[in-house]
C-alpha cells in the first residue's frame, strides 16, 4: 500500500487527507504554478508565483537573478513553496514544499550548453514552451529546492475517510 511521502519530517496534521508519495508526484507534474515564499534581508515576506519543475524529490525554479526573490534567497536560502488546485471546498487540495534553495548551473544562465542543467531545460522546454526549446537568456539562472518537509492535502479524500 502507498503510504503518505511523510519520509522527511513527518506531516503531523491532516495525516487522513495526506496525499501519498505517488500522489504527490503526479500533482506535482502536473501542476503548472507555484508559490515562492521568501523572507527578505529586512526581515519582510515576499511571495511570487511562477512556473517550475518537479523531478525526482526536487522543485526546479528558473529565476530572475535580478529579482527580489532572487536576492532574498542570497541572502537567506530558506523558503516554503506552495502548490495548490481546486474550487470548491471539496475540491481543495495542495502540497507545501520547505526546504533550502541553492543554485545551480551558471549564474546567469547564458551559455549554448550547460550539461548541469540540460535534462531540466528539455522538461521545462515540454512543459511550458509547447515545442520550443528552452534558449537561455542571460538573465535567468536555475534554483533547486530539495524538500526537507513536504506537508500535503487533498480534501477529495474527506468522503472517503470511515467515519465522517
Known amino acids: 500500500m502507498d503510504q503518505p511521502a511523510d519520509s522527511l519530517k513527518e506531516q503531523r496534521r491532516g495525516r487522513r487527507i495526506a496525499m501519498t508519495a505517488r500522489e504527490i508526484g503526479e500533482f506535482l507534474r502536473d501542476q503548472r504554478i507555484c508559490r515562492v515564499a521568501t523572507v527578505g534581508r529586512d526581515g519582510r515576506p515576499h511571495n ?23 536576492i532574498d534567497l542570497v541572502h537567506n536560502p530558506q523558503a516554503s513553496v506552495l502548490v495548490d488546485d481546486g474550487d470548491a471546498y471539496a475540491e481543495l487540495r495542495g502540497v507545501e514544499l520547505r526546504g533550502q534553495f541553492a543554485s545551480v548551473g551558471e549564474v546567469p544562465r547564458a551559455s549554448a550548453t550547460d550539461t548541469s542543467v540540460e535534462r531540466l531545460e528539455g522538461k521545462f522546454a515540454a512543459k511550458y514552451l509547447e515545442g520550443r526549446p528552452f534558449a537561455p537568456d542571460g538573465r535567468h539562472a536555475w534554483l533547486r529546492l530539495s524538500p526537507v518537509k513536504i506537508v500535503s492535502w487533498d480534501f477529495r479524500k474527506i468522503g472517503t475517510i470511515p467515519g465522517r
Open 48 to 70: 511570487t508565483a511562477l512556473w517550475f519543475i518537479w523531478d525526482d524529490g526536487t522543485v526546479w525554479l528558473c529565476s530572475i537573478v535580478a529579482s527580489q526573490r532572487w
